[in-house]
């Protein structure tokens, strides 16, 4: 029993796994789901491959003693449709996919921006396998990574993989990956390393050389073929220290000087503050020689940048450069918040204009009970207010210059004046559909103006000292009877036009007619006393046979019998004659009479009428308050038309007013004319026509109360426009400055971006939808100029590049040359160091490194002698070799096998990749 006890006491089960074969059986049952072990060999690449294609990517999580890892696997898609798979099947034997990828030189030195994508350029590789830790933790422990990669290499043997496996170890911003790549009888080391100082002896290419063949030929004892070695140089401008190379901004400081050109005052600003360009990154690249043609050495070099066979460039671009356009949009939203009174920012000027508002209001409202007096004798009674100046940051030269570039009439020749506003937006159908108002109109100009002010002239108190102005000028031209200029004449177009342009309508609607009631007021008078004597001394004298004089006796007795007509009411306000239309009582002709013209309207006083006959409800009392709302033009016409016509009947003035509304029956009554009767809703009981008719007096139009007080209507406007605050002001300018900034954008022209029409129709649509409401939308405005200030730096960026590579060449090759770099790719300079972009590029970096030098050796007395010096480029930023050959390891009888090196200089660092195969067969 002893015995028993002491053999199950000390059995072991050793058929159970341990956790790195667990590890291990898992990365090759990963490999097998990947189907990695039967990958072919691809086409051969081409340039810029690694770039242009698009790389697939995978991925599975897995764990090692309680520690999370990630396999990924990376492949770059060379295989076009319709290629047949087994195409390069006759390679099998050969040498595998990385032994034919690193000896390719299609995509040397490219630029990849992804961390696991440098492996290829690391490398050289198409196809590979990353492990890497799972919370982005360093792995530096030599000994655990020496277990990963032996795991990796015994999974990728068991499954038969020959895909690249490499580890992810140090610090992550190292970006240092280990690994290795078995099959097809080789073993190749994937080894790299990574210095924060650079060896001396690793500077030049010379010691790279002398590194690179030292462990090629280690142990081999054979003698080497020529290494093939391809170079690139970088070169980097930052500063564009001579102004032939940047693009200046617009100036926009006139305003500050003594004159102001009213040319600019009509201009958005374009472009951006500064330079938006913030690099420019120079490649000069010898791509595949042999060694023993080229030197490099620390007292000697043979690779000059002007000799280098290829250029290619990058830019890097300043991320959302500051641009004037998009800054004046900006501000201007921000001041849409402000809640400022123009009383609190300007002080009691404003004040005294907003309560002589009033006085005046109530002063003219007596005029509506009046129908005799002139305009003009009133407004000689009501005191005038003294033109009283604010203070404010606008200079008074600067703001006579801005009034007169608004109100251009009012010099004896005017510099800007007004085209045709009866046009809606001139000779362009593209912006009718955003309601504002003209091109080139006077709020157009004023929304622009208004921008300038509150960006150059002194923010939200200058923009409250020009609305001040511009409010006194309206007022005083109101008084004078003069119009408005760059407004047009009519009635309010509410439907594509905005509020601040209907209001100016509005204005210029009543000084029309202010103008024209003074002016027939005692001609009318005087026409009316000429009528009534004509009246009284006419006679008709004719001659006439038997029967046609009795026929005319019958015609005066009938005519002799009518009632007596009073001497108020005798025929005034007639027009003209009604050509076939003949009163039905008396038989005397109809006569067109002179009416008052339909009342005006803005678009918030239309609002306001609709909510009142909402607000009326649908009971008796509401509809009787609505049909009298509704009839106050219908009772000026009946007026008119029986002061025209004594003695009408509702027949007669139906006939004439709404002729659906009169029935014609066969046959003629006593006067000649075709007989009717009135329509059934005419002939219900007091309907609103019969009741209006009956309390129908005959007065002429220019006697009656006026349907639209001018008066009225104008003082209401002024105090409108001088009652509101800051932000009601940028609010009511802002569709038309949005408006003005896309139109600006619009008109910029460069080849290098085709699609810029179609972007500006995208922003045209947003503002077409935001200015429809009075209401204006914040948030879509802010849109929009987020909208308008990246298109406005895309241009700005494309015409710097223009301005600094291309000069006054503006071919197309030059144009698809811009618009490659604008997408911050790697691009082959036109003709290398020859060709025109190649000079320009050499000329921007010696006038750097002239610059540079004088800053530095101002104090020195031997100046001229450092300029003969001088060298035309600069230090490279980055030194890059690829070294390559092929040649038996580890022993003269191996199989010629590919051996890569690649280096990378910079002033932070080194790095070096190898790629070093061996074959497994022949040892």
Not at 368 to 385: A, F, L, M
Not at 618 to 624: F, L, Q, V
Not at 726 to 740: D, F, K, M, R
Not at 893 to 908: N, V
């Amino acid at each position: 029993m002893e015995n028993v006890e002491i053999e199950d006491f000390y059995h072991h089960d050793f058929t159970t796994a341990t956790e790195w074969e667990v590890f291990i059986a898992r990365l090759e049952e990963i490999m097998h789901e990947w189907k990695l072990p039967q990958m072919k060999i691809g086409p051969p690449l081409k340039p810029k491959d690694f770039v242009n294609l698009s790389w697939d990517e995978q991925s599975e999580e897995l764990n090692f003693a309680d520690v999370g890892f990630v396999l990924k696997h990376y492949k770059l898609q060379t295989k076009e449709e319709g290629e047949e798979e087994d195409a390069l099947d006759d390679s099998e034997d050969l040498s595998t996919q990385a032994h034919i990828d690193v000896l390719n030189i299609s995509n040397d030195f490219l630029r990849i921006d992804k961390d696991h994508m440098k492996i290829a350029k690391y490398y050289g590789l198409r196809e590979f396998i990353v492990l890497a830790p799972a919370k982005r933790m360093a792995i530096t422990d030599e000994t655990k990574i020496k277990i990963l990669i032996s795991s990796l290499t015994i999974a990728a043997n068991n499954a038969n993989c020959e895909i690249p496996a490499l580890v992810q170890a140090q610090e992550l911003w190292q970006q240092f990956y280990l690994g290795i790549s078995v099959g097809r009888g080789t073993m190749t080391h994937l080894d790299m390393v990574h210095l924060k100082k650079t060896p001396p002896h690793c500077r030049h290419l010379t010691g790279l050389l002398a590194l690179f063949k030292q462990k090629v030929s280690d142990g081999c004892g054979i003698r080497l073929d020529p290494v093939m070695v391809s170079v690139r140089f970088s070169y980097l401008l930052k500063d564009w220290t001579n102004h032939t190379w940047t693009q200046e901004p617009p100036d926009f400081d006139f305003m500050q000087g003594e004159t102001v050109g009213v040319a600019e005052l009509g201009k958005l600003p374009f472009g951006a503050t500064f330079d938006p360009v913030g690099e420019l990154k120079l490649f000069t690249t010898w791509p595949q020689m042999a060694e023993n043609v080229v030197i490099d050495s620390e007292s000697f070099s043979d690779l000059e940048p002007q000799l280098a066979p290829e250029w290619s460039a990058v830019v890097k671009m300043v991320p959302s450069p500051a641009c004037l356009l998009g800054e004046y949009l900006t501000d201007f939203l921000a001041l849409c918040s402000n809640q400022r009174s123009l009383v609190d920012m300007l002080g009691d000027a404003a004040a005294y204009m907003d309560n002589s508002d009033q006085i005046l209001s109530s002063a003219f409202n007596r005029l509506t009970e009046s129908s005799i007096p002139t305009i003009s004798k009133v407004v000689n009674k009501v005191p005038r207010k003294n033109s009283k100046n604010v203070d404010g940051p606008i200079a008074e030269e600067v703001m006579i210059s801005i009034l007169y570039f608004l109100f251009p009439d009012a010099e004896e020749r005017p510099k800007s004046p007004y085209g045709d506003m009866n046009s809606y937006s001139g000779d362009d159908d593209l912006w009718k559909g955003v309601k504002t108002c003209a091109l080139e109109g006077l709020v157009w100009r004023l929304a622009i103006v208004a921008a300038h002010c509150a960006h150059n002239l002194g923010g939200a108190l200058a923009l409250a000292q020009l609305w001040h102005e511009f409010v006194q000028e309206i007022r005083f031209r109101w008084e004078r009877t003069i119009l408005i200029p760059g407004v047009g004449t009519g009635f309010p177009d509410s439907v594509r036009t905005c509020l601040l342009h209907q209001k100016l309508q509005m204005m210029n609607c009543c000084i029309e007619r202010k103008k024209a009631r003074e002016e027939s007021a005692y001609k009318q008078q005087s026409l009316d006393v000429d009528d009534f004597e004509s009246a009284e001394s006419e006679e008709e004298f004719f001659e006439c046979t038997e029967e046609e004089a009795d026929k005319h006796e019958e015609v005066q007795v009938k005519r002799n019998q009518r009632s007596r007509q009073l001497l108020w009411n005798r025929p005034t306000g007639r027009l003209a004659k009604h050509p076939t239309l003949r009163l039905l009582k008396t038989g005397d002709p109809v006569y067109l009479p002179v009416t008052q013209d339909p009342v005006p309207k803005t678009e918030d006083q239309l609002e306001e009428d609709a909510q009142v006959m909402m607000q009326l409800g649908t009971d008796k009392h509401g509809s009787e308050m609505r049909a009298r709302l509704m009839s106050a033009s219908l009772l000026s016409d009946m007026e008119s038309f029986k002061a025209a016509n004594p003695g009408s009947e509702l027949e007669d003035f139906i006939r004439w007013y709404s002729p659906r509304d009169w029935v014609e029956v066969e046959g003629v009554d006593e006067w000649g004319q075709p007989a009717g009767y009135l329509s059934p809703r005419m002939k219900l009981e007091n309907n609103p026509w019969a009741t209006t008719w009956a309390s129908a007096q005959p007065v002429p139009a220019h006697r009656q109360k006026r349907l639209f007080d001018d008066t009225r209507e104008a003082e209401k406007a002024i105090h409108y426009l001088a009652s509101k605050r800051l932000g009601e002001i940028a609010q009511l300018l802002l569709p038309t400055l949005t408006h003005a900034a896309l139109f600006t954008l619009n008109q910029q022209k460069t080849d290098s971006l085709p699609n810029l029409p179609d972007v500006t129709l995208g922003i045209l649509n947003k503002l077409q939808y935001a200015t429809k409401p009075i209401q204006q939308k914040m948030q879509l405005y802010e849109e929009i100029a987020r909208d308008i200030e990246s298109v406005e730096a895309l241009i700005a960026q494309i015409n710097s590049l223009q301005h600094k590579l291309c000069g006054d060449d503006h071919s197309k090759e030059m144009s698809s040359f811009i618009t490659q770099l604008m997408r911050e790719k790697e691009v082959s300079v036109p003709g290398g160091a020859r060709g025109y972009v190649g000079s320009r590029i050499t000329d921007m970096f010696r006038d750097a490194q002239k610059a540079g030098h004088m800053i530095t050796s101002m104090s020195s007395t031997t100046k001229h002698q450092a300029d003969g010096n001088q060298k035309t480029f600069p230090e490279p930023s980055c030194k890059e070799f690829i070294l390559r050959i092929v040649t038996p390891r580890p022993s003269p009888s191996s199989t010629p096998q590919p051996q890569r090196l690649y280096a990378c200089l910079k002033r932070e660092y080194i790095r070096l990749a190898g790629f070093f195969s061996e074959d497994t067969t022949f040892l």
